[in-house]
């Protein structure tokens, strides 16, 4: 039935050579940096032989691994947060009539236009006058006041994946069909049991992909965070970026390569026990069963798992995409 | 939260359940939103109360109204060479773009059986577009550096589609979930180490005496300068935003009805046909959220026209450092980010349409 | 499609979404011990680190005289440390990116008990917008010249105490009483250097002694570079058409900035972050450069030159300062004082590769510093000396941002 891919006939060759050139484009410069990583070049640009020194010295590097475990910290607790809470509010723009609606609407996505340095900037005239505030209240003295630090920039990019992440969800959201959330209510699913079986699983790659992206964002993020960061919280780009004064030390390539690796090997392993499930579960127990049907389509998952109704003005009608084989 | 009965009965009347308006939505709408609004509203405001006061040197603003800042940017701002005749060569280049794309939109439209003065609206609106880059480039040296940021973003915007489209394709053609999960995976990991580090990598492949410029050289080429042109500076805005237009794009490609595909072309539609006309639609929301993404992330990059622009090529953002750091002047920092934002937002109305904003966005 | 199908398809998802979540609880757990590490117990997970410093940290010649005299192992407080009783436990120090060595830190809190946990800054206007915003909890803080005389101006910086500062004795006058701060009330040198020219000498075949290098018949098209910093590069351009470096005349700006304009073209780019690499590399064979970034280039490329040209080039220095704020004005004093002991100076010059303002460092350095210094045409002798003038920032000087403006909207 699925002869033919949605590229129509775009050959296939060309899409293929085509993605392949684009992992080629992101992967070259990495390859640069690991193999930098074991040169025993103080300054890149030649190659004066291989060498593991650089992450011998890592391990004593304190400033590096601070500021890695920096980071890591303040975009994971961010992600997380920015992912319930863009959830939420792509939830209520997208299925809520309320008045107002194109105002909020609007303040939500501030974050994406708003020049950086700008908003760095702002947040440094607001954290100040606020936190300045809010120590004459507590009656702090200069040795203990609260200052800014990794809670302020975790405030900062919150704001911030929030609005990537619910830009994304909200494009997942437009293309399910709310006649599905009405019709699990029907059939006496409350509210909570809605969203957590029907729209949720319904709007997972959104949630996932909003959620890889705001992490990339908060990961990566220079201009504000130098801006609203304090004692002690300096993150692995502000790190880096400094060293440029001189010349970036081949321990920061040690750590990239570190990074590189250990999200590789995570992630590969998440994908094998994925694969080990999946493959279980769609063992031949009948696709009569409750669970049976959908997970003998092992590309359920990421599919909108509605009853194929129009909707809006492209309809999605998945169980047709190549889907319903075992 | 979501205080909703569970009585089956109601289902009886499907307006009963279908209103999801009646249902509370502040719990939902608060959180995300009061964090939002005090990080960036207030903020905001600030900026625009900002441009009205006067600079102090250390950075920072003295709390005396002035126009000052606005005067500078309409007023020195100006280029020396700016008059009518700009005005003129703006409209003669207009023209001549509209003159240019009518060509090719018609014939578009020809083959893809569309509307003929719809393309020809098209290609005006290109014209236009062109007119008012000209006049923003050669009128005022501010302006000239909006205009510059907004068409290299456009530009790295185009050719991010073009890129992502095949590759989201590709992956949602594959069959096996765990494929596809690797795929995307695959995208995203090396934007997990340090941007700063890749675009050090990036300059070091494109150097003059780099491995490319090398390889150029071992051809029996002329060695070209890639570094700190314009060349680079899209070419790393691509770099940066390239998965931001992948993954929504390939979520999109995810839910492409393959059938109706399949009717198109068996009613006789030409391949490019079935493209424009039913795979286009169909991956729409995800070409405009993707597009939007790309657009704003690169308009306002400072580390690229930076580490790759090399001061030569700069961006909004270089202009916008200069005037928040070495020239102490925030005030007309504040102004020029204000003016920017409007910029922003129009570019977006004009490509995206306010119908497709209200819906997508 | 049944309502069946629908909640399995749901619970497929929702292991995959565990799964990732556990790859992030992994992550997260791993570092987490990581944390407790780094920030709980600081000072008990760094003490081992300072009996070797770091030797891929200095690309300087390794250093003669610091490791020579450990303090006793049981006696944690030297005679360097000041009062036991007033000194704190931690510090916070905000200075410039990569510019010392982080073994004097590990020295300081093996030696004196005190944790520095020191961030860096890129530039001085990021610097002072820091330490105005209030409660930086910064105690010790180094910026360039002109930035303390802002910050003194608006009252941001406390006098410093000289009495708990004995080692002020050991500072060369002529560093001294600077413009920017007579009579030292807020800040003490930390290092300085100055601004000129960089070059790989086997690419002339007389070395450049002119600003004419770049400006007029530049024989390097394509492959020489200027900083990107509106103050350099435009008071470059000023003095070679005779004016002052400081010059704030339109006429004068409108000719510098024609000057600068048609450079653009021949220079690689106005760079700061990348020259020093390109210099060493072969990527660029000229360059306006800081001092101390040709001694840098120098140790991977010894064909580098620096000179100060005929036509003059700036002096600066980098300087100690104590926040009007700071949570512990003592320790940041104690720590002045422990960077300016001879032995920790020489340590900090050998890494900066900058000039020290300590009487006491030069005998300390090592033949390495010298060579380099040497070797670069660093000497700083008084005929330079005099063609070096200060940058001086006032409200007027912002016709120089105005003019750099217009090089940005140039390209």
């Known amino acids: 039935m699925s002869r033919r891919h949605p590229g129509t006939r775009m050959p296939k060759l060309a899409i293929g050579s085509a993605s392949a050139l684009v992992y080629v484009f992101f992967y070259v410069p990495v390859a640069v940096l690991v193999l930098f990583s074991f040169n025993q070049a103080r300054t890149g640009g030649r190659w004066a ?112 994946c929030t609005a990537f992440v619910a830009l994304v969800v909200r494009a997942s959201l437009r293309t399910l069909d709310p006649s599905l959330e009405e019709a699990a209510q029907d059939l006496g699913a409350n509210g909570w049991t809605t969203f957590w079986r029907v729209t949720l699983p319904a709007i997972m790659p959104g949630v996932l992909g909003g959620a890889l992206l705001a992490f990339t964002l908060s990961l990566d993020n220079f201009v504000i965070t130098f801006f609203v960061s304090g004692p002690g919280a300096t993150t692995l780009p502000i790190e880096v970026f400094g060293q440029l004064r001189r010349t970036i030390s081949p321990e920061v390539n040690a750590i990239s390569t570190l990074i590189f690796g250990a999200s590789t090997l995570l ?60 | ?96 773009a509209v003159a240019v794309a009518s060509v090719p939109a018609v014939a578009a439209a020809r083959y893809l059986g569309r509307r003929i003065s719809a393309s020809l609206a098209l290609a005006a609106l290109f014209g236009g577009l062109v007119a008012v880059n000209h006049l923003a480039s050669e009128y005022n040296n501010y302006t000239a550096v909006f205009a510059r940021s907004v068409v290299w973003s456009v530009l790295a915007t185009v050719i991010c589609i073009g890129l992502a489209l095949p590759l989201a394709v590709f992956i949602s053609s594959r069959r096996s979930p765990v494929t596809k999960n690797a795929l995307l995976i695959a995208v995203m990991i090396p934007f997990w180490t340090s941007m700063l580090v890749r675009t050090y990598a990036i300059r070091f492949l494109f150097a003059n005496t780099g491995p490319l410029n090398n390889l150029l ?138 119908r497709d904003q209200e819906q997508f966005l | 499609m049944t309502k069946s199908t629908r909640i399995s398809g749901t619970r497929g998802l929702l292991l995959r979404l565990l799964a990732v979540l556990a790859v992030f609880a992994v992550v997260s757990a791993a570092c987490g011990n990581d944390d407790d590490d780094t920030t709980a117990d600081a000072p008990a997970t760094q003490a081992p680190a300072p009996t070797e410093p770091p030797a891929p940290e200095a690309p300087a010649p390794t250093e003669a005289p610091a490791p020579t005299e450990p303090p006793a192992a049981d006696e944690p407080v030297s005679g360097r440390c000041g009062d036991p009783a007033r000194l704190g436990d931690s510090i916070n120090f905000l200075n410039w990116a990569d510019y010392i060595d982080v073994a004097v830190l590990d020295m300081f809190e093996e030696e004196c008990g005190v944790s520095v946990t ?63 701060d007579p009579g030292n009330v807020y800040s003490l040198p930390y290092q300085y250097s100055t601004t000129g020219f960089a070059f790989d000498v086997t690419a002339f075949d007389t070395p450049p002694t002119s600003y004419s290098a770049i400006f007029d018949e530049n024989p390097l098209c394509g492959q020489s570079s200027l900083l990107e910093d509106q103050r350099e590069v435009l ?172 090089v940005i909207a140039a390209g």
């Not at chain 1, 809470?85 to 939500?108: E, H, I, P």
Request: hydrophobic share 45%.
């Open chain 1, 267 to 326: 992630l590969t392993g998440a994908l094998g026990i994925q694969s080990a499930v999946s493959r279980r579960r769609s063992r031949p127990d009948g696709d009569s069963g409750p669970d049976g049907a959908a997970v003998a389509r092992p590309d359920a998952g990421l599919r909108n798992p509605d009853a194929g109704a129009s909707h809006k003005s492209y309809p999605s009608n998945p169980q047709l995409i190549g889907g319903g084989k075992p």
């Open chain 2, 1 to 96: 939260m979501m205080a909703e009965p569970t009585a089956p009965t109601t289902a009886a009347d499907p307006s009963s359940t279908r209103p999801p308006a009646r249902r509370r939505v502040a719990p939902l709408l608060a959180p995300g939103l009061l964090w939002i609004a005090v990080a960036y509203v207030v903020p905001g405001l600030l900026v625009v109360v900002y441009s009205f006061l006067t600079p102090k040197l250390g950075g920072g603003v003295v709390w005396e109204a002035t126009l000052d800042s606005w005067d500078q940017i309409v007023a020195k701002g100006r280029r020396s060479t700016a008059g009518w005749g700009t005005v003129g060569a703006a409209v003669l280049r207009g023209a001549a």
């Open chain 2, 217 to 354: 050289e071992s051809l029996g080429l002329d060695r070209i300068v890639f570094l700190n042109t314009r060349f680079a500076v899209i070419l790393g805005l691509v770099y940066t935003a390239l998965p931001f237009m992948i993954l929504p794009l390939y979520a999109a490609t995810e839910r492409v009805d393959r059938a109706q595909m399949e009717a198109a072309r068996d009613l006789g539609a030409r391949p490019p046909q079935v493209f424009a006309d039913v795979f286009l639609p169909m991956v729409k929301p995800g070409l405009i959220v993707g597009g939007v993404m790309v657009f704003v992330l690169s308009v306002s990059q400072y580390l690229v026209p930076t580490l790759l622009g090399g001061g030569k090529t700069n961006m909004i953002a270089n202009l916008l450092e200069l005037q928040f750091g070495e020239a102490f002047n925030w005030p007309l920092g504040a102004a020029i980010a204000a003016l920017f934002s409007v910029v922003t937002l129009a570019s977006l109305y004009v490509t995206v349409g306010r």
């Open chain 1, 49 to 160: 032989g291989f060498t593991t020194d650089w992450y011998s010295a890592l391990a004593d590097n304190d400033r590096l691994l601070t500021a890695t475990w920096n980071s890591l910290f303040i975009a994971i607790i961010s992600t997380a947060i920015a992912v319930v809470l863009g959830t939420m509010l792509s939830l209520a723009l997208d299925r809520r009539v309320f008045r107002g609606r194109t105002a909020a609407q609007q303040v939500v996505y501030l974050p994406v236009i708003a020049p950086e340095i700008v908003t760095g900037v702002a947040l440094l005239a607001f954290f100040s006058l606020t936190l300045g505030r809010l120590n004459d209240m507590l009656g702090r003295s200069a040795q203990d006041a609260i200052r800014m630090g990794r809670p302020t920039i975790i405030i900062a990019h919150v704001a911030f």
């Open chain 3, 118 to 180: 020191m961030d860096t800054h890129v530039a001085n206007e990021e610097a002072v917008a820091k330490v105005d915003a209030g409660n930086s909890g910064y105690s010790l803080v180094i910026v360039t010249d002109y930035a303390v005389e802002i910050m003194s101006s608006q009252d941001l910086l406390q006098p410093l105490d000289m009495g708990e500062i004995p080692n002020v004795a050991n500072i060369d006058p002529n560093q001294m009483d600077p413009y920017y």
């Open chain 3, 235 to 406: 008071g470059a351009a000023l003095v070679y058409l005779g004016y002052d470096w400081n010059e704030t005349s339109q006429a004068a700006h409108d000719e510098a900035l024609e000057l600068v304009l048609d450079a653009r073209d021949c220079v690689t780019g106005f760079d700061s972050a990348n020259y020093i690499g390109n210099l060493a590399s072969g990527e660029v064979l000229a360059a306006q450069s800081w001092g101390f970034a040709a001694g840098i280039a120098y140790l991977d490329n010894p064909n580098i030159r620096y000179i100060i040209p005929d036509e003059g080039g700036t002096i600066w220095q980098d300087n100690f300062l104590i926040p009007a704020d700071a949570p512990d004005p003592y320790t940041a004093h104690v720590l002045i004082n422990y960077m300016l002991e001879p032995d920790i100076g020489a340590l900090i010059t050998e890494f900066t590769i900058g000039y020290t303002p300590n009487l006491l460092v030069p005998p300390l350095l090592s033949d390495g510093y010298y060579e380099v210094v040497s070797g670069t045409g660093l000497e700083l002798t008084d005929e330079i000396r005099d063609r070096l003038v200060w940058q001086v920032r006032s409200e007027e000087h912002s016709i120089f941002a105005d003019t750099w403006s217009q």
